[in-house]
């Protein structure tokens, strides 16, 4: 029982125990997402990594296409068997990329600590951003 005691009052071993159980700090690294892989055919635009790109971002690549298509202001359609997605306009992978980053520091980056480990919830009609790492909870435009 002392052994325990002595432990309880040790600032070392508290401290250690203390940074084994708190997640470590993702917010400062740098965010890197996969490179579109950009296709045109006609007037149509095939993403070919799109489901890759929807991975690492943690989210439903449905979601991630409806973003997209409401952003391009245009239609398109998601395979889940190949992970490609093919949007009804031509559009640049430099212009895919600038809104794939929007996306990331709308829906993906938490607004208080920075961390990626994110996930998004409905919650009625609102769309909550809800941080793994700090707990913060934010309301974000709907999807």
């Known amino acids: 029982m ?3 005691r002595e432990k309880l009052l040790d600032y070392e071993y508290l401290l250690s125990r203390l940074y084994e159980r708190v997640p470590p700090a993702s917010g ?3 965010f890197q997402l996969p ?3 950009v296709l045109r055919i006609g007037n149509q635009t095939v993403i070919r990594n799109f489901r890759e790109i929807a991975e690492r971002l ?3 690549p449905q979601l991630v296409a409806r973003y997209l298509q409401r952003e391009l202001a ?3 359609s998601y395979d889940p068997g190949s992970g ?3 949007l009804n306009i031509k559009v640049s992978r430099r212009v895919l990329r600038q809104f794939l980053q929007l996306f990331v520091k709308t829906y993906v980056r938490c607004p208080t600590c920075g961390s990626t480990h994110t996930r998004l919830e409905r ?3 609102t769309w909550v951003l809800v941080c793994l ?3 913060a909870e934010q309301p974000v435009p709907p999807l």
């Open 74 to 76: 245009t239609g398109g």
């Open 2 to 4: 002392e052994g325990v």
């Open 28 to 30: 400062s690294g740098e």
């Open 35 to 37: 490179d579109p892989q």
């Open 123 to 125: 919650r009625g009609r």
């Open 133 to 135: 790492a700090c707990g």
């Open 58 to 60: 943690n989210r439903d």
């Open 84 to 86: 490609q997605l093919v």
